[in-house]
């Protein structure tokens, strides 16, 4: 076979490659590897290749093979990305490129969209001949599967969620074991990830359970799927409540999504831009990375691109994907919370990490931030009907036991009932370490609101043992899991145990005493995570909206874990990086608003942080103007009370003269 110089490969036209280039051929990449490649493979290369074409000195290794980045050995979308994504990384870290790296990467930005750009124009119009679509005949051999059938039966007889879910691992089994299936286009389709699985499993294994508009689940699954239709006067008027549903969605469910991303953009939009270099901050926040068992799913993935100080080394390190022995550690990281950039309105790019090379210099940096997170929520509120599957949930039911001991408070907590502590029977309660794994890092005086309760514990069980005046010991066992809900301590309770302490038992479990802890006050919640994207965008909003204060009115949330609680949030469902989020929470902090300035909080003693309505209604004038309450704050004195309004552009446009003459003090009658 010819051997081609990878290189050479720039000397033909994509379209002259397209339509003459018909030999399979080994291929010599320039980290000396020799690939025997099929010509489609070559051709997609030269493709590809395109992206680099105004950065030379980058060799061409063998990685950037599409066939790398194919997902269960099929093309899928995602494989081009993948692609560029692993040059772009490669370019980035090529010690021997000496030109400025964020320079090449708006080069490089512009190669790949043309790249793509020929693949579309080029490729797509000449495969039109051999397109596949899908045919009814792909879905009725494979729901036609003996074994598939019989596990529908199955959930016919049983109505219960464990058949629900078999029937679902038997379709999964038949289409990627069964050779019969090999070339089936829907088979094909699931294998490769271009069609979401959850539809596939409606389409032909069972319906699985539905709920009402009100989220209430109905008490019978529909256990049919639509390829063998809806047949009986119930599965019709259940899947009909559930339709309606996403109409509800689409309409008011969107609107309340949408406005609150408006609010968060208004906000956001003071950080202006992103800035080269290092500020020299040597402030961090400690950060727990949650591994699967924590979280049910690590923070790597959601942490890459921030610099972490790696104690060995003492210098700042970039977090990438192959860093999972990070996981169940406390790591000092690097956020734009703790940038010390002069220009308070910016943030440098070794405090946002490595994802600034995908921020241009003239992004608004704070506005891009906030949208990437309520864009996600929107898009999956939309989603909600093709994302969810059969419907799962749980609520606190309290067990004989617990009874004995608890009450259920706001229906998500549990709290002791009058008259069981503070009598004569000593009461303590067992927790394992893997339930309360935080706990040990709770130093007495510690300030506790600066914790997430939920990166301190995540209780599946807990134990109350009591002893009489005779000593007699007795032991109960309380479940709190409930689905995939764990509970966690409340911020009284974590309070409780700074001040109270605690002794581990012989089996290393923490035990607590109970002695000085009141009646009817919360001590384990049950945060609510459920499949819920309305749920989740609620809540997410309520987290800046509604934040919890003291007397004062002074929010008992701190930057640091008002950030830990929103990355738990969105990304218990989503994926969003820390290094937005920091910049959105970052835009939430002000300077001294005891003294009218409602700027950002960088530099500032008295810096903390404030609401949505505060926020707005002080900081930008040509925010409040665009905001709701135009009315109130047009004609309200309130528009000019602020003493140190931020300069926005905008600003300047609305800003009346009265506003102006009282900043230089020359006003007179
Ligand atoms: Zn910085």
Known sequence: MVKIPVRNLFRVKTKEMLLGFKTDSVVVFEDNIELALSHREIIMLRYVLEALRSLPELPIVSKYVLRNYYSNGIYVSKSINKCFESMITDMVKDQNINRDKRRIVVDMYRDMYTSINLIYNEVLYELLDYATTLSILDFTEI??????????????????????????????????????????????????????????????????????????????????????????????????????????????????????????????????????????????????????????????????????????????????????????????????????????????????????????????????????????????????????????SGSIVLTDTAKKFFMVKNKDSYAFRANILGGKMKIKLLVDQKSGFGIKDIKPGDDVRKLNPLRVSRVSMFAIVTEDIKGNVEYYPITVKTADRYGAFTYEFLEYISNKGYTLDDNDRYVIDLDDWKSGVSFITLPQVEFNFLALSKAIKSEFKYMEQDSKGIPLETPESLLQKVFDLINSKLDVNIALLAVTIYAFTVADPENGDYSLGRFSKKARLARIEDIISHRSLGAGYAWEKVMDRILSPISFESKHPVSHPLDVMVKPNEVILNKYKTFKW
């Not at 059938?149 to 959930?155: G, T």
């Open 143 to 392: 729901q036609s599967d003996p074994d598939l059938l019989a596990s529908i039966e199955k959930v016919k007889k049983e109505m219960t969620k464990e058949s629900i879910d078999k029937s679902y691992e038997v379709l999964d089994y038949i289409i990627k074991n069964k050779p019969e299936y090999a070339n089936n286009t829907i088979a094909r389709a699931y294998i490769s990830g271009t069609v979401n699985p959850n539809q596939v499993r409606q389409m032909l294994a069972v319906r699985g359970f539905v709920t009402e508009i009100d989220s209430r689940i109905f008490k019978y699954p529909i256990a049919t799927s639509f390829t063998l239709g809806l047949y009986n006067i119930y599965d019709l008027a259940i899947e009909s409540r559930s339709g309606a549903k996403a109409l509800f969605l689409s309409n008011k469910a969107i609107q309340e999504a949408e406005y609150f991303a408006r609010e968060m953009q208004l906000i956001t939009m003071v950080v202006r831009s992103i800035v080269q270099g290092d500020c020299g901050s040597t402030e961090t926040i400690n950060w727990l990375v949650r591994d699967a068992s924590m979280a049910g799913k690590s923070d790597i993935p959601n942490l890459v691109g921030s610099y972490y100080l790696n104690e060995e080394t003492g210098k700042f390190e970039a977090i990438t994907l192959n860093h999972t022995h990070l996981e169940g550690k406390v790591i000092k990281l690097r956020t734009a919370l703790s940038c010390k950039y002069k220009d308070k309105d910016k943030v440098c790019t070794t405090c946002y990490g490595e994802l600034s090379y995908g921020v241009h210099d003239h992004t608004g940096l704070g506005h891009s931030s906030s949208t990437n997170m309520t864009a996600k929520v929107s898009q999956s509120i939309l989603s909600t009907k093709h994302l969810v599957g059969s419907a799962s």
